[in-house]
């Protein structure tokens, strides 16, 4: 399996509804895909930044950056290591390159992939799961009004989803999280995200969610202020939960360790690829702490290989791998369908999906070529 080249290909996918959250607005997905061609067969990804450094500091037009000038070269000169040793070799061989972790998960996916189809082993399969299927959860947006997200949230509840995910900030959580409780009742399950938008001086605000029997608060705080979060945890007891701050195994050990998190949102794309997720699944799973599989938009590449990391044994809460008509009319693989709250986990080679030529042209802006 050796690589002999790299297409970085540009889609813009509408969304079926704007989705808001506390650091913006979505309405269409500029993405950034990846082929990896070798000698045996092509390895297909998606990288997961936004148009915009708005969830983290990537953003997609910085990641087609750094992958052209400096990870593909480097991928290319390490490609016959690569070829010996597989998927593993990619991150050591952009290690001298910092940071860019979702520009890296990408090009290291898309030589696993690859590499799995060559082999005929699907992804689920590499990665250890230990299921057929997993149970999803949905991400449902800021809205103008609570009538409009109740509305929302019944269309996903009668869909089959088994958990709700609302986004909060500033001035809309404690009446949301209420009134999805006095509609829908206590025994749904039910998590909130804040994307980071609040500070350790609203602990008394985020202490008002804790009558609500919340199955967790996600990143409440800054990406960088883990120590926050150990404060805060102090003060609320709505369990605590990290994304953003998670970069890799050794952040998540170090916020355990501290007491920053007890749950961890585990984002392939945020940590450099599926091979350091299945790490910081190993870490949370010896430390007792519960995993679940965050989720950035993907189309159907992408939510194909989350599905697979979700079968592990670690992931023991519903994840945000919702069905593609959650964000997409017409995705660019297969669709993934909601069946009594379940999505299939992908049984062929690789990610177990591949692009429909039709649609992936149709959503095409850009390809670039890139030899070795
Ligand atoms: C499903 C969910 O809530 N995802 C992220 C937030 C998010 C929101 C909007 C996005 C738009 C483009 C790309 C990634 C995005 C990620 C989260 O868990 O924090
Ligand atoms: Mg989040």
Request: net charge negative.
């Amino acid at each position: 399996m050796k690589p002999k080249g790299v297409e970085l290909r540009r889609i813009r996918m509408p969304l079926v509804a704007p989705f808001r959250t506390s650091f913006g607005v979505e309405r269409t997905r500029d993405v950034l895909l990846l082929r990896v061609a070798t000698d045996d067969a092509d390895g297909w990804a998606e990288c997961v930044a936004m148009s915009d450094p708005r969830y983290s500091a990537e953003y997609v037009d910085g990641a087609a950056d750094v992958l052209t000038r400096f990870l593909v070269p480097a991928l290319a000169a390490a490609a016959d290591t690569v070829a010996r040793l597989g998927a593993p070799a990619v991150a050591p061989a952009l290690a001298a390159f910092r940071g860019h972790r979702m520009a890296k998960a990408a090009l290291e996916t898309a030589v696993l992939d690859a590499e799995l189809r060559a082999e005929g082993r699907p992804l689920a399969r590499e990665l250890g799961a230990v299921r057929d299927r997993v149970p999803c959860g949905v991400s449902v947006g800021i809205m103008d009004s609570v009538g409009e997200l109740l509305d929302a949230v019944a269309g996903y509840l009668d869909a089959g989803y088994v958990r709700i995910k609302l986004k909060i900030e500033p001035g809309w959580d404690v009446e949301p999280v209420r009134a999805v409780r006095e509609r829908f009742g206590d025994d749904v399950l039910l998590q909130v995200d804040a994307n980071a938008a609040y500070t350790l001086a609203d602990a008394r605000q985020l202490a008002r969610l804790d009558p609500f029997d919340l199955l967790l608060i996600e990143q409440p705080l800054d990406e960088e202020d883990v120590r926050g979060h150990a404060e805060l945890a102090r003060l609320v007891t709505t369990p605590v939960c990290l994304d953003e701050s998670i970069t890799s195994a050794r952040a998540a050990a170090d916020a355990i360790a501290i007491g920053a998190c007890s749950v961890v949102n585990v984002k392939p794309g945020r940590v450099g690829g599926y091979l350091e997720a299945r790490r910081i699944h190993d870490v949370c799973v010896a430390h007792g702490v519960p995993v679940w599989c965050g989720g950035m938009l993907e189309t159907g590449l992408g939510r194909a290989a989350n599905v697979a990391l979700a079968a592990l044994p670690g992931f023991t809460l519903p994840g945000d791998t919702s069905a593609s008509d959650r964000y997409y009319r017409t995705d660019i693989t297969e669709p993934f369908v909601l069946a009594d709250g379940h999505l299939p986990v992908p049984t062929g080679p690789g990610v177990g999906v591949e692009p429909l030529a039709d649609e992936l042209a149709a959503v095409t802006t850009a390809t670039e070529w890139i030899p070795f």
